[in-house]
């Protein structure tokens, strides 16, 4: 299933963004809208079949091609999952089902569109929304919150804050996503696609790193502050500078992670917290925590480990699902929801598309499960992309 990825005819030496046009932005930033903006996901239903909607027409205006022999493969390997779920469980959502494939179509169409450009236009994206909310999340730590209320968020589209209950003070910063753990994902993400070049990006293009830095900084989030600390460990071992220098760095980072951990309640307490929470977990209690979560998802893996328990939450928690609406484990729960096979090829599909050598691909790997873990980014369209993306190698410019 994996080796279909190779039918892309993506050129691998056009240049990057030196030639990006407005639809090509347009693109970029529609994708990322209906990946975790709470504005367009909460508020409409079918924003997957609009997306794709939208890019078929973008598609037939330019004379692009709708499909190919990949994307059939995928669509056939979902609605053969989809068929096993409606026979084996008592309970599927097709409206979830449709919903779920023109996703996975509209990332499609924009990926094969962009080609190699989407890399770049998506870490320009996310440096600007970056950019933006910084300077908003500076007003909301004088106490300023601009916008107008939607749900449980102050928002402006392009950056949207937690309201705080009474008494309650949030000072994390979620971008223009639902909160400061998804925002921290999808800036790692502009990361780990320039993991072949890290030196040329910071070289050339240094404040951009800086404001996309800064901003992940102040998500606060657990989750980003562990995959940050192991890319830029792995940017810095794998480095050309002298083996003592490496050792002097690497005594300094262990000392600073293990400072940070003991003294930073998000980071060591939390973890310690959570753990402890877990292993106490009663199989008739929900859990909203990331490990809490996944024990529960495991419990309930094991029923149907090769077609998974489907989009509905009754089905893949049983009494527990009411109380386990907005919470989870975002790797455990997509395995949860279409079962060990389908993860495992998405995973090596992945891996056969990098254009990286095996310890990038590795690392990249590694990051995108612990990313998964913090988060159920598996349920919006940009992760989904991963296995069609191709990223050229050390080409890069950006605009």
């Known amino acids: 299933m994996s080796s279909d990825l190779d039918t892309f005819r993506i050129n691998l ?97 924009a990926v094969s569109f962009l080609g190699t450009k989407f890399r770049s236009t998506y870490f320009n994206v996310m440096y600007y929304i970056s950019a933006i909310s910084l300077i908003c999340f500076a007003f909301n730590y004088l106490g300023i919150y601009i916008g107008v209320e939607f749900e449980r968020y102050r928002t402006i589209f392009v950056y949207n804050s937690l309201i705080p209950l009474e008494n309650e003070q949030l ?14 994902g999808y800036i790692m993400l502009a990361f780990l696609f320039y993991i072949n070049d890290y030196k040329e990006l910071w070289e050339k293009y240094r404040r951009k790193c800086i404001i996309l830095t800064l901003a992940l900084l102040t998500t606060f989030s657990t989750t980003g502050y562990i995959v940050y600390a192991l890319y830029v460990a792995y940017i810095i071992f794998s480095s050309q500078i002298n083996y003592c220098i490496k050792s002097v760095v690497a005594c300094i980072m262990f000392v600073c992670c293990a400072l940070a951990y003991y003294n930073v309640d998000f980071l060591g307490n ?25 024990k529960i998802d495991l419990q309930h893996i094991s029923r149907h480990p090769i077609v998974g328990n489907g989009f509905v939450m009754t089905s893949r928690y049983g009494k527990l699902g009411a109380e386990m609406a907005g919470a989870g484990n975002g790797f455990t729960g997509a395995i949860n929801i279409l079962g060990i096979p389908c993860i495992v090829i998405y995973f090596c599909s992945i891996y056969r598309s990098l254009n990286f050598n095996k310890k990038q691909k590795s690392i990249y790997i590694l990051l995108i499960i612990i990313l998964l873990n913090g988060e159920f980014f598996l349920n919006y369209p940009l992760f989904w992309g991963l296995p069609f993306i191709k990223i050229p190698s050390n080409r890069l410019r950006l605009v």
């Open 13 to 109: 030496n056009e240049p990057e963004a030196s030639n990006a046009t407005k639809i090509d932005y347009f693109i970029t930033i529609l994708i990322v809208c209906i990946s975790g903006n709470p504005i367009i996901v909460n508020s409409m239903t079918w924003y997957g079949v609009v997306a794709a909607f939208i890019m078929i027409i973008i598609c037939l205006i330019s004379w692009r091609s709708l499909i190919n022999v990949s994307f059939i493969k995928w669509l056939l390997l979902f609605v053969t999952l989809f068929a096993l779920q409606g026979i084996v469980l008592s309970d599927v959502s097709i409206p979830a089902e449709i919903n779920f494939i023109a996703k996975l179509y509209a990332i499609f169409l």
């Open 270 to 294: 939390k973890i310690e917290e959570q753990y402890h929470d877990a292993m106490n977990l009663d199989s008739n209690e929900a859990s909203w925590s990331r490990m809490g979560a996944m």
């Open 171 to 184: 000072f994390r910063n979620s971008g223009m996503f639902w909160e400061p753990g998804a925002f921290q």
